[in-house]
DNA sequence: AAAATAACTGTCAACGTTGTCAGTATTTTT
DNA sequence: AAAAATACTGACAACGTTGACAGTTATTTT
């Protein structure tokens, strides 16, 4: 009943050789004649062998990695994790999936055990945790193989490989197509001092604006989370100010669809009232009404890059694979009214 | 350099009793003199000795388990994944995601090496693949666990302990609800024959028009995908109709949100021309404009209790735990208009 | 024809744990 | 005071695989 699942020596034994041999068969080593080759493959077929994987770790390195996150975002994490998992999937690696709280000091020791324990040889890490290079150094101390997603123009240092995307200059380019089609008043909304993505797309902000002559007014400068509600306080913020806005720049989608929502409220009508811009062009950003003019970040690509060097580091510890920039595209659909000069 | 990891002879050797003594601390075994204890503790500490998973797994059942799925909606997803996560979590049991095409026939061989190579011991199945009752006894076969999410009032067989949500009540209660509003003519978008809850929602809708004497107009059966952009076709088919609809009820929030768009493409105002509802209570479902008027569907929550049961299955594989039914719940907001009768 | 190489195959020791069983103190019961 | 139970500790064999190394043939080179 109990019908144990077979092994090498189940095999061996039903071929006739010796159980080495039929490892080599598995693991498709030279120097196996034809005819044996042939002989244990039949049997594996017909006992439906499958080579115990948990064996095999003891005596390799391990073949898992995890990836890391928290952040709050169904899509923008799905996006990530499908990246990584078609990578993983190509190799043969596998995915341990770890949301945690990055505010917390539980995560050191989450992923101190991981590494530890030998559940996972390497790490995908992504903004904020990418950010805390304290974290990094602790798992390389550990042995472990590290690759990290940031915001940047350049990698920060040299810890460990690393895929940065310039959210500078993407906010720099949004900024500069929203003066370019006539406005002077435009708000940022989502500005976190302590998140890379958010203060990049600021500077670029800032900088489109000074190239322009145009003075930053902090009342226009809104802090606030990277999610739907905040969105909406945040343009109910906005809208509430004596002479409001004319073009909103969401520091991502989802403050982007808070905004529409909030202009609705307001019987706005947008773009002709209020332009709206986004960050992300996560999917739903051309589900809105209007679709949403944005910012194309590739997330399942770098992801899989991220994938495919963490792999790379893992299976050839010695060579360190080169840091990888990303580069963020515009999107432009329908949120932005071409103002008349 | 390479400053090998710890093992527990290691902490044996300098604790200065066998490595079995330290095994039986780690493992919280009784009959362990409390001088000892201390003492294999703090070189546990100092040394910073993690217990290698992979050696242990050799002699222990797995603790892992597998989330299989085929579904494109990310925060379906997204929640399931949540739910199953917080539970292994708290029973400190692994994940292993397994996205999947249940068209291909891969699926069966990918999740028959799954478990034959040890990696997971059980597996939590979504539709369409928990529909699939030759795939589940094929899992069985192999001697794994299975608990699958289905649609119905009740599980569809013995097979395995199952989660079933009941799809036909909600889908007669919305409609229900629609009714009371004053519809009378209520189209239905995302019929799919092969899709079990897709099925069960238009069963509960026929019943409750057959209830209110009304007959069912074939041309108000719209089949298509459950996404955003066959929801946007499918309105589009039926305002093309001479005498459309004044109430829509979408399989899920996707096609509704897609018939959202539509509405307002063809200028229509939602509720006043056109009301709308959806389906599955997904995050968006309340950010859209109007918000929706949907089916609350606990994800999480069944997910949680799936993995609950795995879990339980797993640990004691005599006792099967019962099955668990779900209840749907209507959550009404603002996307349906009260007509005068 | 002998020596050297190439082509195969097998034996055995790891890997780092947990389970079984045997052994030694210490306490309790008879 | 002896016997029995309880409390503790250690030796050793597994688990299923891969790696190192040692054989044994068959083929090529000298």
Redesign the pocket.
């Known amino acids: 009943m109990t019908a144990?699942?077979?092994?090498?020596?189940?095999?061996?034994r039903l071929a006739?050789?010796?159980?080495?041999?039929?490892?080599?068969v598995?693991?498709n080593?030279?120097?196996?004649?034809?005819?044996?080759?042939a002989k244990v493959q039949a049997v594996i077929e017909t006992l439906n062998?499958?080579?115990?994987r948990?064996?095999?770790l003891?005596?390799?390195a391990p073949f898992s990695l995890a990836f890391v996150y928290d952040n709050p975002n169904s899509h923008y994490v799905i996006e990530m994790q499908n990246g990584i998992l078609s990578e993983c999937r190509r190799k043969g690696f596998e995915l341990v999936i770890h949301p945690t709280d990055s505010g917390s000091d539980l995560v050191r020791q989450e992923l101190s055990t991981m590494i530890g324990?030998?559940q996972v040889g390497g790490v995908i890490l992504t903004p904020p945790l990418s950010e805390n290079s304290e974290l990094v150094q602790q798992l390389l101390a550990q042995q472990a193989k590290v690759v990290r997603i940031v915001s940047g123009a350049a990698p920060p240092d040299e810890l460990c490989p690393t895929i940065y995307v310039d959210d500078e200059a993407a906010g720099r380019a949004m900024t500069e197509y929203l003066l370019a089609q006539g406005h002077r008043r435009i708000a940022f909304l989502g500005y976190r001092a302590d998140h890379r993505s958010s203060v990049g797309r600021y500077r670029g902000y800032c900088a489109a604006l000074e190239d322009a002559g145009i003075a930053t007014s902090s009342e226009l400068v809104i802090s606030g989370d990277f999610t739907f509600d905040s969105g909406v306080a945040m343009t109910e913020q906005l809208l509430a100010l004596p002479e409001p806005a004319t073009a909103l720049f969401g520091c991502n989608d989802e403050i982007a669809a808070g905004a529409l929502f909030a202009a609705r409220m307001k019987q706005l009508a947008v773009p002709a009232d209020l332009s709206i811009v986004g960050f992300e062009n996560s999917p739903f950003s051309r589900q809105t009404w209007p679709k949403l003019t944005t910012v194309h970040q590739p997330n399942a690509d770098m992801a899989a890059k991220a994938a495919a060097m963490l792999i790379a580091l893992m299976l050839e510890p010695d060579e360190q694979p080169p840091h990888c920039g990303f580069h963020l595209q515009l999107v432009i659909r329908d949120s932005v009214e071409k103002l008349a000069k």
């Open positions: 144990k699942k077979p092994t090498i020596k189940d095999v061996a006739g050789v010796s159980f080495k041999t039929v490892s080599r598995v693991n080593e030279a120097w196996v004649s034809d005819e044996i080759k062998y499958q080579p115990n948990t064996a095999r003891m005596r390799t324990s030998n």
